[in-house]
């Protein structure tokens, strides 16, 4: 069973910054592709960003471009989401996953990952 913990978040002013975790359970974490994907109240969770198995690859929401770092560290079985220059419109629970799916052509969709984490609250206060 793969688990998957988040960790890092917290209350920011606009223009900080945080760093997410996510620690992932198994032996396989290096053939998973990774994403953070958020939820503000009211609205359908969202894509943020991905990265390849190797870390070779990312990707990111026009929005988070710039701002966000996603980086992994397969020894440690372990994604990172950087966030810098916060904004309020950044107020979320974020969320990662994984999947074993490499197409890439579905990475930013709810549907293509099969494992998630229980979420960490970011609240960015203006």
């Known amino acids: 069973q793969v688990q998957l913990v988040e960790s890092g978040g917290g209350l920011v002013q606009a223009g900080g910054s945080l760093r997410l975790s996510c620690a992932v359970s198994g032996r396989t974490f290096s053939t998973y592709v990774m994403g953070w994907f958020r939820q503000a109240p009211g609205l359908e969770r969202e894509f943020i960003s991905a990265i390849s198995y190797s870390g070779i690859y990312t990707y990111y929401k026009d929005s988070v471009k710039g701002r966000f770092t996603i980086s992994r560290d397969n020894a440690k079985n372990t994604v990172y989401l950087q966030m810098n220059s916060l904004k309020p419109e950044d107020t979320a629970i974020y969320y990662c996953?994984?999947?074993?799916?490499?197409?890439?052509?579905?990475?930013?969709?709810?549907?293509?990952?099969?494992?998630w984490g229980q979420g960490t609250q970011v609240t960015v206060s203006s």
């Open positions: 996953a994984a999947t074993d799916n490499t197409d890439v052509s579905g990475l930013r969709r709810v549907d293509h990952y099969d494992y």
